[in-house]
C-alpha cells in the first residue's frame, strides 16, 4: 500500500488531479445525469450545453483541497456566483429546480468516486479532512442553486403583485407608487409630465349584452391599444374595472392631445376590422404636471375630472 503523505501534500495532488481531470469528471456527471433519465433536460442539449459551467465547478474545487480560499468558496463569493448563473441558465434551457440540485449531487458521487480511486494515497485523517471539504464546497453550491431559484421566483412574484391579472398592465398600487416617484423625480430635473386618465363607454352594455368573455376581451384589446401608442419609458395601468391610465414621462403640456389623437385613430382602425364593436367609445382627460397640477394626486384628480367631463358632455 502507498504509503500516507502529510496531509498538505496530500490534498495538493488530489487537487491537481481534479483539475487536469476536470472535464473527464465532467462527462461522467452527464452520462449519469443520462441514465435512466435521471436528468431528463440533458438530453436535449448537444454535447458541450450538457456540461455547463460544471468543468469550472471542479476546477474550483481541486483549487479549493490545495488551498483552502473561504473568500471564493463562501456564500456569495466568486464560485457562487458561477452558481447562480449556472442554475438560471440551466431554469433558462428548461431544467426544474429539482434536475439542477440533482446535478450538484451526482458530481459529489463521481467525485467521491474519483477520490475513492486514490485512496491510497492517504491516511484515515486526511480521507476525513477530504470529505469535510468536498462536502462543503458542494453544501454550498447546491445552497446557492438553491438561492438562485427563490431569488428568481420571489422576484416573479413580486412583479406579479404589481400587475392587473387579466391584462398584465400595472394595477392601482404599482401605479401609485410611480407616479409618487416620477413626479419627484420631474420636479427634481424640471421635467413634465402628463397623465390621461380613460374611462369606457357603456362597457356595462357590452358586459351585459355579449357576456363576460367579450367584455374581458375588449379590456385586452384596450389596453393592447393603449401600451403599443407609448414610448418605453412611459407607464399604463388599469386601475379597476373599465378604467385605464397612462403617465407620459417628460412631456410638454400637449403631450396628451397629441396621444389622444393617436389613440382615436387606433380606436376607428381596430372598429373598422371588427376587432372593438362598431359602437365602442371610450372617454379621457388629461393634466400636466407642474403646469396644472402642482403633485400626483392633484394630477391624478384633474385628469378624472376632465374624463367625467368629456363623458357627460357626449350625446
Known sequence: MTPAVDLPEALSALGADLRSNSWELSLEIVEAGLLDDTIPSLARLDRLAQFGDVPTFIAELGRELELSQPARMRLGGPLAAITRDHAREREALGFAPREVVTEFLLMRRVLWRFVGSRVGRFASGDVIEIE????????????????????RATAELA?????????????????????????????????????????????????????????????????????????????????????????????????????????????????????????????????????????????????????????????
Open 132 to 151: 469535510r471539504r468536498l462536502n462543503d464546497a458542494i453544501d454550498r453550491l447546491v445552497i446557492e442553486c438553491t438561492v438562485a431559484y427563490f431569488d
Open 159 to 315: 412583479e406579479l403583485a404589481r400587475r392587473d391579472g387579466l391584462t398584465r398592465l400595472l394595477n392601482r398600487q404599482a401605479f401609485a407608487e410611480i407616479l409618487e416617484s416620477e413626479t419627484a423625480r420631474a420636479a427634481r430635473y424640471d421635467h413634465g409630465l402628463t397623465l390621461v386618465f380613460f374611462d369606457l363607454d357603456d362597457f356595462k352594455e357590452i358586459n351585459d349584452g355579449s357576456g363576460h368573455l367579450e367584455g374581458d376581451r375588449v379590456l385586452c384589446r384596450v389596453s393592447e391599444l393603449l401600451t403599443s401608442m407609448l414610448r418605453g419609458s412611459d407607464v399604463a395601468a388599469r386601475l379597476g374595472g373599465d378604467e385605464f391610465v397612462v403617465l407620459l414621462l417628460e412631456a410638454d403640456p400637449h403631450a396628451g392631445a397629441r396621444y389622444l389623437r393617436r389613440l382615436e385613430a387606433g380606436i376607428d382602425e381596430l372598429r373598422r376590422q371588427g376587432v372593438l364593436p362598431p359602437t365602442f367609445d371610450l372617454s379621457a382627460g388629461s393634466a400636466h404636471f407642474p403646469t396644472e397640477a402642482p403633485e400626483p394626486r392633484a394630477l391624478l384628480n384633474l385628469a378624472d375630472a376632465r374624463q367625467y367631463a368629456a363623458k357627460r358632455a357626449k350625446p
